[in-house]
């Protein structure tokens, strides 16, 4: 994947019409699907894919459920796939998130052999979940309630920052002045 590649991807989710990059996303096989969460441009895909507002949350959803036992192992020890496997995590359901968990904790030992998957075993709380399945399944609660205020929030101020850019209290820009010559 290339840089040009990968900005032409991420500009298309700009336009209203995202379909075409929805059935492509959703077309990936497994070995492609890793493969571009490898690469450092393709990883930049996923993002985009994931926070566009043109893309509707059942794709969403669709790409995040591709993240199966096999490649969330992958994705966790690798340093590029790692930012995929975080941004998937957030828009996976809770007993696909269990699932998640379980699977990681049947090969925790290679995914603490790495830098990238001790991260991401903090992040997902992985020895909380082998050890505490309750504590873990509290922690689990809590951070939905939290990515749902904080996504309250962000709709909540994105609207008033539109109006207040567009209200007609808002002064005008100043000119700039010319300088005289002498």
């Known amino acids: 994947m290339s840089y040009g590649s990968s900005m032409i991807a991420q500009k298309l989710l700009d336009f209203p019409d995202t379909k075409f990059i929805c059935s492509a996303v959703a077309n990936l096989s497994k070995e492609q699907f890793v493969s571009l969460a490898f690469s450092k441009f393709g990883s930049r895909i996923f993002d985009a894919f994931m926070s ?3 893309v509707d949350n059942n794709s969403k959803k669709a790409c995040a459920s591709r993240l199966n036992p096999e ?3 992958l994705l966790a020890t690798h340093p590029i796939g790692s930012r995929v496997f975080d941004t998937l ?6 007993p696909e998130k269990c ?5 990681m ?4 030992r290679k995914i603490f052999a790495s830098k990238s998957g001790r991260v991401i075993a903090y992040n997902i709380q992985l020895t909380s979940f082998m050890h505490t399945r309750k504590e873990w399944d509290a922690w689990l ?3 939905n309630k939290l990515r749902k205020k904080r996504a309250l929030g962000e709709e909540i101020i994105g609207d008033e920052v ?4 567009t209200s007609e209290g808002t002064p005008a820009p100043k000119k700039k002045k010319k300088k005289k010559k002498t």
Do not use: D, G, P, Y
């Open 52 to 54: 566009s507002t043109n």
């Open 99 to 103: 699932s998640v968990a379980e699977a």
């Open 162 to 165: 539109k109006h207040a850019a």
């Open 141 to 143: 609660i809590e951070q």
């Open 105 to 108: 904790s049947t090969s925790f």
């Open 71 to 73: 490649s969330c192992i």
């Open 89 to 94: 995590w957030a828009h996976l359901t809770v």
